[in-house]
């Protein structure tokens, strides 16, 4: 049987040695707007300009409607992440824009908590959504996109094997305002070649054919 982020069993759930991934749940509300609001400095420099009622009970009602949409129709996964030892939420990670036919590709995005940068959780993270998107929903070619003074995610990028294809010029609006971005991928194949191995214990998800 097929679940969503509505129900209590998650659809896509991978697992780590540190780590667990599963969607967002109604119950993690409360561990998601405490972390939001403590990384609040740590994160809106990196982020779309958060709106008034950003961390709001009802706003994030609406962001469970819209990862289950995506996750029906097949165009984005997003996972939060939780530390094995505690069950503490760490940050979040989306496979979206997630393009079938000729292109078979998708697009990275994520944010760790401010109380749990710099402890490789997201590399962690990387390498278990990577194998995901290639091996289980078969896609080619990941892409991933970063503003150049964010050294943490150049850093990131570059250790889960992503290779720097170029600028994309005013491509996203950043808190207000239109910023540059640097253009990572990864092709199927190259993750074995270049990063550094994580141990993925298991993963359960809805089966993607091409």
Known sequence: ?????????????????????????????????????????????????WRDDELEKSSFRLRLRHYSEEARSGNAWSLFLFRKSDNILLGGITLGNIRRGVAQSGQIGYWCGAPHAGQGYMYDALKLVIPFAFHELRLHRLEAACIPSNLRSVRLLEKAGFLREGTLRSYLKINGIWQDHLLYSLIEGEEQQRAQPVTMENSFHKPVAR
Do not use: C, H
């Open 1 to 49: 049987m097929i679940s969503f982020p509505f129900s209590k069993t998650p659809s896509v759930y991978l697992r780590g040695e540190r780590l667990s991934l599963r969607e967002p749940q109604w119950s993690d509300y409360r561990q998601w707007a405490n972390l939001r609001e403590k990384s609040r400095a740590f994160l809106t420099p990196w982020e779309p300009t």
